[in-house]
């Protein structure tokens, strides 16, 4: 929300934005209305645990979990994206026309990811819930979950149809953030073998910039990973089902917050809001 925030005081006098503080919007706010459905399912399930047995609140709230979900991860692709052609730096057509159009483009690659976030969020609202049938208890059900009131769970779809829609912007996240990280680092050497010292500051950006994607790159591991167990129904400490949420939500938080203070324009609208407060 602060990060809205302040892209909104700098969009405000101009009514125009850069193209990353496009993206960064769009991924703080799908990030935001994350955070707040996970508070207000897990509220629901403190203060009102039998709700979670019926069938349409259930489906809903998975399904619109997992769209967040999903918009998160692609708009996290997308700027992931959008950093690797900006700043490295290839002599070949097809690299220079990606810089030239880029920025152009970015807009149709936001619609385009919330597309396809709802895309892959449909099949959770018709294949994972279903109500005990007789011809569900006669045929396998070694992969469901069952509750009380004939609520069933398919784990198995679940974790499938999961796969199936976040595995494409992780994969595309991971690979743009390696090959954004080779490129600053080698470009990191080059420019530490060189002997002229109006580099100095250059180098130290170049430092900043690859400890920034590496930590994208670890929490974004980390928000991949804790899902897929986490909907795996392999967990066997009850109390698991309890803290996976909150280091998923905290990992979020984190690399959000770290947004701010290495942004230098976010930081002091930030800290401008912080002092009329």
């Known amino acids: 929300m602060t990060i809205l925030a302040a892209i909104f005081l700098k969009w405000k006098p101009l ?14 706010l799908s990030r935001c209305l994350y955070l707040l459905s996970c508070i207000f399912f897990y509220a629901i399930l403190v203060f009102h645990p039998w709700v979670r047995l019926d069938m349409a609140f259930a489906t809903a709230m998975l399904a619109g979990i997992m769209f967040l979900y999903c918009s998160n991860l692609w708009f996290a692709a997308v700027l992931c994206v959008f950093y690797c052609v900006k700043i490295t730096s290839y002599n070949n057509k097809f690299w220079i026309f990606l810089k030239m159009k880029i920025c152009r483009r970015v807009s149709w690659f ?6 396809i976030s709802v895309s892959s969020t449909l099949p959770f609202s018709f294949y994972v819930y279903a109500l005990e049938s007789h011809n569900l208890f006669n045929s396998t059900m070694e992969n469901a979950a069952i509750h009380n009131k004939g609520l069933i769970i398919n784990i198995q779809k679940q974790l499938l149809m999961f796969l199936v829609g976040s595995c494409p912007p992780f994969l595309i996240c991971c690979i743009t953030i390696c090959w954004l990280l080779h490129s600053l680092w080698m470009h990191t050497r080059h420019m530490r073998s060189s002997v002229s010292g109006f580099r100095a500051p250059n180098l130290q950006s170049h430092f900043s910039a690859v400890k920034s994607m590496s930590l994208f790159l670890v929490l974004q591991i980390i928000n991949f990973i804790l ?30 917050l770290y947004i701010i203070f290495s942004n230098s324009d976010l930081k002091k609208t930030c800290l401008s809001m912080l002092h009329t407060i």
């Open 110 to 115: 936001l619609l385009a990811s919330l597309l």
């Open 227 to 256: 899902p897929n167990v986490q909907l795996s129904g392999k967990l066997y400490y009850k109390i698991l089902e309890w803290v996976l949420p909150i280091i998923i939500c905290s990992s979020i938080f984190v690399h959000s």
């Open 15 to 28: 009514r125009s934005l850069q193209t990353c503080y496009k993206i960064l919007s769009c991924l703080s």
